[in-house]
């Protein structure tokens, strides 16, 4: 199943979380997303260098 599309602001805020070293876990709690979302996107970023 493919991970729910999330915003723009909320990719940005992503990167700033894991930049502090905060947990997937954790990520989705503060963003209110499902934790699955989070690793998509973590994924997705590393792939691309980010």
Do not use: F, P, W
Request: glycine share 4%; aromatic share 4%.
């Amino acid at each position: 199943m493919a991970a729910k599309k999330i915003d723009i602001m909320d990719v940005r805020q992503l990167i700033q979380l894991k930049i502090k070293g905060e947990s997937n876990r954790s990520c989705s709690s503060s963003l209110a997303i499902h934790r699955n979302t989070v690793n998509y996107y973590v994924r997705q970023l590393k792939a691309t260098g980010t």
